[in-house]
């Protein structure tokens, strides 16, 4: 009492509670002073003693003097003490139990409420199967231990009867059990959960078993979620005993989350049907059917709209095995659900989801399409990509038009091998290619021979290269992975077969035009490809595309970096960035006009940078047109496909009132189904001040079947393909690129916004105050003439691609600045001459100056002559002034 603090300090190592509790009777204290010690420092309870690691209660419990009611206040300081081990790893409740020393009905109580790891005494001594007097004795200590649930290593929130049955404790230890907590076995206990995994690993499984388990199941539900005493669910024990498909099937259909599980073996379920062979039980068809639901059961995506769901990773599991049966089962599942396959079974339409499934990781951070084996990659592709080869970008297309889209894809085929395509074209096998078989071997991997040969033809004929040098440039241009394009799909076949034949019929340089790529599907493939929306396509109508229809016809090409369009935008070039971009336009125009073929549709979003040499390019030939030379008997005419707003006049008409009805039925067969085409042919009014005062439309025509134009019907003679139609959107294209504001008022794709728009083009020249207005928003001079010259109302008065480009001073800076030094010396000529002729006049001026100079100088000397006369004569006669004075003079 006067220094409580000393109960608190130690004594060797022990504190002072340990000496006082001490079993020898010399050094114990008396059950007062342990008392004001535990109360001066309960702490002490749970401090152990050095030596042999006993709690206080421990020692207590030795030391056979110790008052009940001793122990019981240091059970009550420190109640975990009851479950921590004593010396040589006794429980309190054990030693109890060996009678030792008698416990009271209170103590008992106390320490059989106290949990070791979970368990209460009561289920410590029924799992560890200790006598029934043992068992007895505790559930009569604490009653209430009964109706506590606790967990096993195997089991969880299980009951104490539960383990008497499972366990196979007596009848009296069941009937106290029982009597403690009638409601246990309307729980469940073992004895029926458990008789459904006994009776999985006890009795052969074959196929008459299932009406044993099948009863079981109906009997007690919950037991096929259960685990058993070796950690399994019934599921896992049948697939372990290669248990008969019904009973497997049965176990799997009551609890699909064992499907979801990781197995003893650390395999999933699915893994060991995939790599199963057959056998009497089990029929190829009956493992596709067990693996088609395990991979149901556990996708890695919503079916609904493919966003991530939890899942165990069955679907890389299956994937990357290469068995058939794991084939079969992801053909399945991806397959429209309302399909059936080869077998009769429905789909699982998961296909439409195929792009998220391709993406999905897992645990490592792998795709799924990178860890697929060669079987399940295959099918993958059937829907994943277009055609099994494209993969498409799903998003906005690239380009859409009334009559085609255009979507960005990768090409997945088998990659080329370069080497091998080198050793094929190097015919004399001297390990390098010349020109001549560079060409022949470019197109087919769509690449430029200009790209490999630096220098021209005219420069070096017998230019080479060799293998490693061939291989490095396709590697760097064409790249080591998938390469990038674009599937242009068209509605209108005449206009697909326009695009085709414009490169197949021509010459064309890849430098200037961009190539169709060869070795595309069939035209068949394709057209079944759409029409099924493979690879996504079906997505991308829905999604994108308002479900509009989408052309069955389909071009390939390799993909640029960007349209004009685009560059336009977002890099703003400046007047010389423009020029360079006008003069590479130009050149790709004059190689078409000298191949003899009118693009017919020239505007920002048909030329094409590419990164390979970031040239531009031009795309989109399916407005083309052969230009007959005049006189010639071949038609060949404008307009079949276009884009009015960069039309010249020439191709507008005027339409008369009284043949507007027939105008709209040559053209009601061709656009009864397609809404867009309508818009674009329709006659367009123009209005002055409301009032509608003309209807103007493109000289436009239909094709027959033959490809060749029909003229009945047409109220409107048609226009000859030609160059100055091409030089006149030439000029629209550079009058954009220079003022940023479109000639026209224009749609999005480059056609006449309205009557008026139309009017305006065909009034074209006819009032030179606004056409003056016009180009004064173009700043350059030298820009401002060159369009001046291309937007020419005549079509004889533009000029050539090629006069333009070797002779305009816009695209020839070293002629403007020559003449610009000339005019300099010019200037500089005249302002001479000017001084000089000011010099000449000021000449005159002083010569007369002089002139008047030397008559006054004659007469001033007479007249001083008469003065100095005169002043003599004053001075010598007056003062007679002496010889030697008269010097001074």
């Known amino acids: 009492n006067a220094y409580p603090q000393a109960a608190k300090e130690f004594s060797d190592g022990c504190n002072v509670l340990h000496l006082a509790i001490d079993e020898d009777e010399d050094a ?13 420092h309960p702490g002490a309870a749970s401090e152990r003693d050095p030596c042999t690691g006993n709690l206080p209660l421990h020692d207590a419990f030795k030391n056979k003097e110790i008052s ?22 006794w429980l309190l409740f054990e030693k109890y139990l060996e009678r030792k020393r008698k416990a009271s009905d209170d103590m008992m109580r106390e320490i059989c409420k106290v949990r070791v790891d979970g368990l209460l005494p009561l289920g410590i001594v029924l799992t560890k199967r200790s006598s029934d007097d043992d068992v007895l004795a505790v559930l009569e200590a604490y009653p209430e231990a009964a109706g506590k649930r606790f967990s096993t290593k195997f089991d969880e929130r299980i009951l104490p009867m539960h383990i008497a049955y499972e366990d196979e404790h007596s009848e009296p230890v069941k009937d106290a059990l029982r009597r403690a907590y009638p409601d246990a076995e309307k729980e469940n206990p073992f004895e029926t959960t458990y008789q459904l995994h006994k009776l999985l690993e006890n009795e ?34 049948a697939i372990d005993r290669i248990a008969a498909r019904n009973v497997t099937e049965m176990l799997f259909d009551e609890y699909p989350q064992a499907g979801k599980e990781k197995m003893k073996d650390g395999r999933l379920p699915i893994e060991v049907f995939a790599g199963q062979k057959e056998t009497d039980g089990w029929s190829q068809f009956s493992l596709t059917e067990m693996v088609t639901g395990l991979l149901k059961n556990d996708m890695p995506v919503s079916i609904e709209d493919g966003t991530p769901v939890e899942h165990s990773g069955s679907w890389h599991a299956c994937i990357s095995c290469s068995t058939k049966t794991a084939t079969c089962a992801v053909r399945r599942v991806l397959l429209d659900s309302n399909k059936m396959d080869d077998d009769s079974c429905y789909g699982g339409g998961f296909g439409k989801r195929i792009h998220a499934l391709a993406e999905v990781r897992d645990a490592k951070g792998r795709t799924a399409l990178g860890l697929a084996s060669e079987g399940p990659r295959e099918v993958i592709y059937e829907y994943l990509l277009f055609c099994g080869r494209y993969k498409l970008q799903i998003g906005p297309p690239e380009h859409r038009t009334a009559t085609s889209v255009v979507l960005r894809a990768q090409d997945l085929a088998e990659q080329a091998d370069y080497g091998v395509i080198f050793d094929k074209a190097d015919k004399d096998g001297n390990g390098k290619l010349d020109r001549k078989e560079l060409k022949a071997i470019a197109s087919s991997i769509g690449l430029d021979p200009g790209m490999f040969l630096k220098r021209s033809d005219a420069e070096q004929s017998d230019e080479s290269i060799s293998k490693g040098e061939f291989l490095s440039i396709c590697k760097r241009q064409l790249g080591a992975g998938p390469r990038e394009v674009v599937i242009k799909l068209m509605k209108n076949k005449d206009q697909w077969e326009r695009e085709c034949n414009a490169r197949k019929k021509y010459e064309l340089d890849s430098k200037y035009v961009v190539s169709a790529l060869p070795n595309i599907p069939s035209e068949d493939a394709i057209a079944n490809a759409v029409r099924n929306g493979e690879g996504g396509l079906d997505t991308i109508v829905t999604k994108y595309l308002n479900g509009i229809e989408v052309g069955e016809h389909a071009f390939v090409m390799e993909a640029g970096d960007r349209n004009l369009l685009q560059m336009f935008y977002q890099e703003q070039p400046n007047i010389d960035a423009v020029r360079h971009i006008l003069r590479q336009v130009f050149e790709a125009v004059e190689h078409l006009h000298k191949e003899k073929l009118m693009h017919g549709d020239i505007k920002m979003l048909n030329i094409v940078r590419f990164r390979i040499d970031n040239g531009l390019r031009l795309i989109d030939l399916d407005a083309s047109a052969k230009i007959v ?8 005419f404008a307009g079949a496909k276009f884009s009015s707003a960069i039309l010249p006049p020439e191709m507008i008409e005027r339409i008369k009132p009284g043949d507007v009805e027939a105008f709209k039925k040559y053209w009601k067969w061709k656009v009864q189904n397609d809404n867009d085409l309508d818009k674009k042919v329709a006659p367009k009014i123009y209005k002055d001040q409301g009032i509608g005062k003309a209807q103007y439309v493109v000289k436009s025509f239909r094709t027959g079947l033959d490809g060749k134009p029909i003229y009945d019907g047409l109220p409107y003679k048609l226009v000859r393909a030609s160059e100055s139609i091409d030089r006149w959107s030439l000029g629209v294209l550079a009058f954009n690129l220079l003022t940023g504001e479109s000639l026209i008022p224009s749609t999005r794709d480059e056609d006449c916004v309205s009557g008026n728009a139309m009017h305006f083009l065909y009034s074209w020249g006819t009032r030179p105050e606004v056409l003056d207005e016009v180009f004064s928003k173009i700043q350059d001079e030298a820009a401002r003439d060159l369009v001046w010259k291309l937007l020419q109302k005549e079509p004889g008065k533009r000029p050539s691609i090629t006069t333009l480009l070797k002779k305009h001073h816009f695209f020839n800076q070293q002629s403007v600045d020559l003449l610009e030094k000339l005019t300099g010396i010019n200037t500089s000529l005249e302002d001479s001459a000017k001084n000089r002729k000011d010099d000449r006049a000021l000449l005159e001026r002083i010569d007369v100056n002089i002139e008047v100079i030397k008559k006054l100088g004659i007469e001033s000397k007479a007249e001083l002559n008469r003065t100095r006369h005169v002043l003599l004569k004053g001075i010598f006669e007056p003062l007679k002034l002496k010889l030697p004075l008269l010097s001074l003079f």
């Open 204 to 237: 052969p499984l074959n196929y008459w078993a299932g009406d044993g388990v099948e009863n079981l199941i109906k009997m007690y539900p919950e037991a096929v979620g259960k685990r058993g005493r070796d950690g399994r669910p019934p599921l896992h024990i």
């Open 68 to 89: 009940e009611e001793i122990i019981l206040s240091l059970l009550n300081a420190y109640p975990q003490a009851a479950a921590e081990k004593m010396e040589y790893g």
């Open 629 to 636: 030379p005049p006189g010639g008997e071949e038609d060949s």
């Open 28 to 40: 114990m204290c008396s059950d007062e002073v342990i008392k004001a010690l535990l109360n001066a």
